[in-house]
């Protein structure tokens, strides 16, 4: 089964919800992709941030096609729930906000399904992990109790949604623009 890389995919679903298009990327994992996407409003460049999940059958998997298609659908089903946890969140203060998703079919040369991409639109904020890495000065005590009040906000009201995180890591926290802390990568 062939299928477009996902570069190629990426440049057939622009522009995204209407009017953003990919800037740069930020992360290359083995399902999933962040890039840094942006759009012009009213001559003002506006940055978010886009993760996009791939589902597809893995090449060693052995199944019939029909339990192939029933594989695909239930991993979309499950992620489709995810985003749902991730919309109850939004009002946190102390969570990564999410903006947007859309789901888009993947196609093999033969035009039949052959798996989803998910995109997934939230705010563009500055990554904790990258931070620490590039600076020459450590995080003062205030730094530090601000950061674990932030988290430990974060992960109330995830477990409030009946969530866990699982990765909880210096690259999946994230500063905003006033300098709170806000978790994120569910």
């Not at 039949?112 to 890495?133: P, Q, S, T, V």
């Amino acid at each position: 089964m062939n299928i477009k890389s996902a570069d190629e995919r990426l440049k057939e679903y622009q522009p995204l919800w209407e009017n953003w298009v990919i800037d740069s990327t930020i992360h290359n994992g083995v399902n999933s992709r962040v890039y840094k996407i942006k759009r012009n409003r009213d001559g003002e460049d506006e940055f978010s941030v886009m993760k996009v999940v791939t589902i597809t059958l893995e090449s060693d998997m052995l199944m019939s096609k029909s339990d192939g298609m029933k594989y695909l659908d239930d991993r979309c089903a499950r992620a489709k729930a995810e985003i749902r946890s991730m919309i109850k969140l939004q009002r946190s203060p102390y969570i990564v906000s999410y903006f947007d998703d859309t789901v888009k079919t993947i196609y093999d040369e033969n035009g039949e399904k052959a798996g989803y991409d998910l995109l997934i639109r939230m705010e563009y904020l500055e990554c904790f992990g990258a931070k620490i890495r590039e600076s020459e000065h450590s995080m003062t005590t205030g730094d530090i109790i601000n950061l674990a009040y932030d988290i430990g906000y974060a992960l109330r009201d995830i477990h409030k949604c009946n969530m866990i995180h699982r990765d909880i890591k210096p690259d999946n926290i994230f500063i905003d623009e006033y300098g709170y802390y806000k978790l994120g990568d569910f």
